[in-house]
């Protein structure tokens, strides 16, 4: 499940919070479930600023809120982005 909040600020500028939870994948051994089921959830943050005629820089941070199999990690992205058309 996912859920997305954008705001506008200005003609290219923009926020965004994320969401997502997720579960499922345990296995089964002879019938017997393991302890691997996962259920884990993260929030996250965007924002896109432009920085020329058809250039924006995006900047991007997530984390995991709850973690109860896999891998819990923080990630920063910082992406640049052209537009062609």
Not at 26 to 35: I, K, L
Not at 37 to 63: E, M, W
Request: glycine fraction near 10%.
């Amino acid at each position: 499940m996912q859920g997305h909040l954008g705001y506008a600020m200005t003609r290219r500028s923009w926020l965004a919070l994320d969401g997502t939870w997720f579960a499922g994948g345990q296995t089964r051994v002879d019938g017997v479930a393991e302890p691997d089921l996962q259920r884990n959830s993260r929030l996250g943050v965007t924002l896109s600023v432009p920085i020329a005629a058809r250039q924006s820089l995006k900047v991007s941070y997530s984390t995991g809120t709850t973690t109860r199999r896999g891998s819990d990690f923080d990630t920063v992205d910082l992406t640049w982005q052209l537009v062609r058309f």
